[in-house]
T-cell receptor, first 114, second 109 residues
Framework: DTAVSQTPKYLVTQMGNDKSIKCEQN?????MYWYKQDSKKFLKIMFS?????LIINETVPNRFSPKSPDKAHLNLHINSLELGDSAVYFC?????WGAGNTIYFGEGSWLTVV | GIQVEQSPPDLILQEGANSTLRCNFS?????LQWFHQNPWGQLINLFY???GTKQNGRLSATTVATERYSLLYISSSQTTDSGVYFC???????????FGRGTSLIVHP
């Protein structure tokens, strides 16, 4: 069983569209994250949720909206996609917030905006 | 927030060579992890090492928290070691895992 799974793995879409990426973890973790990896491989945190509550919201355009229906799921919705949104988006989870636990990553979602 | 710097940015090795990758951080550390991103993009945990030394096969890591650095040693490198190595640090009063920019490793047969 995949511990942290993301769908879709690949997404090609046109500018202006709205899209969602889903993430689920079956590790029983309380904390989940979204990271963006740009073309230079830099991994930057976007959001973090702990027990369905938003605890980190880095400087991200408000076109990006995370939603956590329960602590096992953290979805990312993106409105009005722009060319600069093209990147790899990684979902991750850890046991608990602030406890210095190992972070487990999903396999990434490759988003290309054309 | 905490600053994380990794060196060297790029490394090319012949199979069988040894290497040392470095991660410097700017503040006290609660958590430090090393990851390998393989050529297919998967991020794989290597070590959870906020202090001390750990070994796993040909890989070992040491964190000297008082001097604000961590080292990842790769011995007898193999082509499958190719990829990007990241360290991620939580510290300086923040629980945000902050990544360095990585070391890109290519191992030639």
């Amino acid at each position: 069983d995949t511990a942290v799974s993301q769908t879709p793995k690949y997404l090609v879409t046109q500018m202006g569209n709205d899209k969602s990426i889903k993430c689920e973890q079956n590790l029983g973790h309380d904390t989940m994250y979204w990271y963006k990896q740009d073309s230079k491989k830099f991994l930057k945190i976007m959001f973090s949720y702990n027990n369905k509550e938003l605890i980190i919201n880095e400087t991200v355009p408000n076109r990006f909206s995370p939603k956590s229906p329960d602590k096992a799921h953290l979805n990312l919705h993106i409105n009005s996609l722009e060319l600069g949104d093209s990147a790899v988006y990684f979902c991750a989870s850890s046991l608990a917030w602030g406890a210095g636990n190992t972070i487990y990553f999903g396999e990434g979602s490759w988003l290309t905006v054309v | 927030g905490i600053q994380v710097e990794q060196s060297p940015p790029d490394l090319i090795l012949q199979e069988g060579a040894n290497s040392t990758l470095r991660c410097n951080f700017s503040d006290s550390v609660n958590n430090l992890q090393w990851f390998h991103q393989n050529p297919w993009g998967q991020l794989i945990n290597l070590f959870y090492i906020p202090s001390g030394t750990k070994q796993n096969g040909r890989l070992s890591a040491t964190t000297v928290a008082t001097e604000r650095y961590s080292l990842l040693y790769i011995s007898s490198s193999q082509t499958t070691d190719s990829g990007v190595y990241f360290c991620a640090v939580e510290g300086g009063g923040s629980y945000i895992p902050t990544f360095g920019r990585g070391t890109s490793l290519i191992v030639h047969p």
